[in-house]
């Protein structure tokens, strides 16, 4: 059963930082690399969006509103991906998802259970 686990939340005053981080389990390296990965947020109230992906081949997308203020990376050999979130917004606050998108023919994805990110103003 693989599993994605959030951590690295928390409150942080406007301006500051945070490194997300998500750890797949039950899944062997080789296979979690063939996955896309990518961070999605939820505000109260609004749907759940699209904040960055990384593919299976190194390549970025983030969306509109946290461009040049954070960056996603993985590390296949671990099982992780993380997103470093600097300049962090009010409007940024919601909890903070991780999500492998399955590769074609393969069956399944994946969401963890969220990690709260708060920023004060």
């Known amino acids: 059963q693989v599993q994605l686990v959030e951590s690295g939340g928390g409150l942080v005053h406007t301006g500051g930082s945070l490194r997300l981080s998500c750890a797949a389990s039950?899944?062997?390296?080789?296979?979690?690399?063939?996955?896309?990965m990518e961070w999605h947020r939820q505000a109260p109230g609004n749907q759940r969006e699209l904040v960055a992906r990384i593919t299976s081949g190194g390549d970025r997308n983030y969306a509109d509103s946290v461009k040049g203020r954070f960056t996603i990376s993985r590390d296949n050999l671990k099982n992780m991906v993380y997103l470093q979130m600097n300049s962090l917004k009010p409007e940024d606050t919601a909890v903070y998802h991780c999500h492998a998108a399955k590769p074609a023919g393969f069956a399944s994805d994946y969401w963890g259970q969220g990690t709260q990110v708060t920023v004060s103003s």
């Open positions: 039950g899944i062997i390296f080789s296979r979690y690399a063939m996955y896309a």
